[in-house]
T-cell receptor, first 115, second 114 residues
Framework: NAGVMQNPRHLVRRRGQEARLRCSPM?????VYWYRQLPEEGLKFMVY????????ESGMPKERFSAEFPKEGPSILRIQQVVRGDSAAYFC?????????????FGPGTRLTVT | DQQVKQNSPSLSVQEGRISILNCDYT??????FLWYKKYPAEGPTFLIS?????DKNEDGRFTVFLNKSAKHLSLHIVPSQPGDSAVYFC?????????????FGQGTTLQVKP
């Protein structure tokens, strides 16, 4: 059973470009979370999605960031017009259920560098 | 507003000795706590958890203690091994909400010396 997959593992973008990060949850998991880790900091919750629905986006910046989890295919975190401050590791996690005690399995992360 | 805090950025212990990692939280709504371990260039992996109805949970060499009145939890690793060297994150969630989002501390880097 494959774990959570994220691609690309490394992404370099110039300021002003768009970044698209993909996450394929574990088989059978319909709950996806995105977290961001800035240098020297812990992981910060961004958004929680179920298939075709955004359930909690309280951690998402109000502008330039969006996320989706379509009926078919991976979840996508999209960052438009990237700035240097967007440079971070972005982790996706998936779980079977939506409660705090439902174990979240993390992917290896996408390291975004904005030049 | 840092709701989960790990005040020690790093910890160094000798192989075979006990490692104690600490974590404090401020939000009384948190009722489930977890520890994750993270190696460089990898995602966090789940280590051990504890519900607020308990004060201790043990799994092999790993034990988590919860002191609700002090809003404090700790992870004990006995005996420590060099392979335990990693960054350890404390995380908390609220089971009463309809989202399982985790609130993480800043992490503590553990180094176990052979």
């Amino acid at each position: 059973n494959a774990g959570v997959m994220q691609n690309p593992r490394h992404l370099v973008r110039r300021r002003g470009q768009e970044a698209r990060l993909r996450c394929s949850p574990m088989k059978g998991h319909s709950h996806v979370y995105w977290y961001r880790q800035l240098p020297e900091e812990g992981l910060k919750f961004m958004v929680y999605l179920q298939k075709e629905n955004i359930i909690d986006e309280s951690g998402m910046p109000k502008e330039r960031f969006s996320a989706e989890f379509p009926k078919e295919g991976p979840s996508i975190l999209r960052i438009q017009q990237v700035v240097r401050g967007d440079s971070a590791a972005y982790f996706c996690a998936s779980s079977l259920g939506d409660r705090g005690f439902d174990e979240q399995y993390f992917g290896p992360g996408t390291r975004l560098t904005v030049t | 507003d840092q709701q989960v805090k790990q005040n020690s950025p790093s910890l160094s212990v000798q192989e075979g000795r006990i490692s104690i990692l600490n974590c404090d939280y401020t939000n009384s709504m948190f009722d489930y706590f977890l520890w994750y371990k993270k190696y460089p260039a990898e995602g966090p992996t789940f280590l051990i958890s504890i519900s607020s109805i308990k004060d201790k949970n043990e799994d092999g060499r790993f034990t988590v203690f919860l002191n609700k009145s002090a809003k404090h939890l700790s992870l004990h690793i006995v005996p420590s091994q060099p392979g335990d060297s990693a960054v350890y994150f404390c995380a908390a969630s609220s089971g009463s909400s309809n989202t399982g989002k985790l609130i993480f501390g800043q992490g503590t880097t553990l180094q176990v010396k052979p």
